[in-house]
């Protein structure tokens, strides 16, 4: 038995000591973050043995910037290497974002009609972006201050622009119900998109980007900090060719054929267009912030927020401003066992996080989920979900 007790307290005592080393010297890391989200329906709405579908209700409750779909993924490669008072980070990412607005017209349509003769006109807009993504970050800690400094080079491989896409509704004198629908998009793409067998790989370097970031912390105290960061375009990148696609659609129905069920196939013709040289430089977006952190001394409670703003598209016609902010708290036991909980409004999208983290030193998991939405209200109410992943390697 005493045995025994010797045992388990030298095992727990050699735990406690591989548990008390700080981060990594060397690691590889692996980032999984994904997630969608659209401002109005949640799960509540669907997960039920009866769904009822109130369309009145919903033309009401639908926001006067109709309805909104966003998703994103990114997948990220890491190697870190720690020193305590020197960093350097290798990151090689995939990055992909986008979202989707149909005008609320088209919902007022369905909830409440419309008079005879009357036209409604109803838009629709989108737009998605993937960058390739390489960055090194270096960075510098001492008692007074701190600075990391990370350059990241960017390839834009493809834009997806919807552009003056509408829908029009008559309902005619002679009760008939005439739908013509009219959608533009653009695709820009590193390649021609007709003509994939010309693809020349030693192109791609003309068509790289650059930006920077640079973050400044500042030790107020042991256990506060503040840090100011900016990411700031240097170069665009390009993406050399565009293809217009372009879609029709026309359909009549009279009031009877809709109530007897006789429906006849929409007219439907769509064209991919012939690809053209026209250039299109293209910035990942521009981010500026500041954020304030405080921690017990040995880091088992850590709680940061940060407020910012972040300019997509910036320097170009399309740019446009939205802002930005997060709130985390870290909870960390021998630091071997974690929780964090989060929430923020990043790249346009509210999100609620619980995550968890498991370090036996050698190995690190952190996993988690996610509520998110187009807007703060319904983001609680499982508008949307996302996910992220993380697997470290190292010592």
Known sequence: MKKLISSIIITLALSSAVFAFGDRYVELRTDVDFGFSNNYWGASDFLKEDIEIDLKKISEEMPEKGWMFDGNFNFAQNLNLNFRKVEVKFREEIDFNSNLNIGKGLFDFIGKGYEVGQTLDITAGGRADIFAVTSLEIGINTKKFGIHITPAAFIPVAHFAMENTKMSITNTEDSEIQIDCIGNASLHTLFDFNNIESIDIS????????????????????????????????????????????????????AMKFIDGEFEAPEFDYEIGESSNEALSISRPMKLGAKVTLQTKKKGIVFDAMGGAGFRYPFSDAMYVYPEYSANLKLCAWNALGINLSTEYVDEVFAHSLGFRLNIRVIEMDFGVSLEGSSFLNSFKGTGAGGFFTFCLGF
């Open 203 to 254: 192109s791609i370097s003309s068509c790289m980007g650059y930006d920077l970031k640079a973050d400044v912390i500042i030790p107020v105290t042991k256990k506060f900090s503040v840090t100011a960061t900016a990411r700031v375009p240097v170069l665009p990148g390009k993406l050399n060719y565009s293809t217009p696609v372009s879609a029709e659609a026309r359909y009549n129905v009279t």
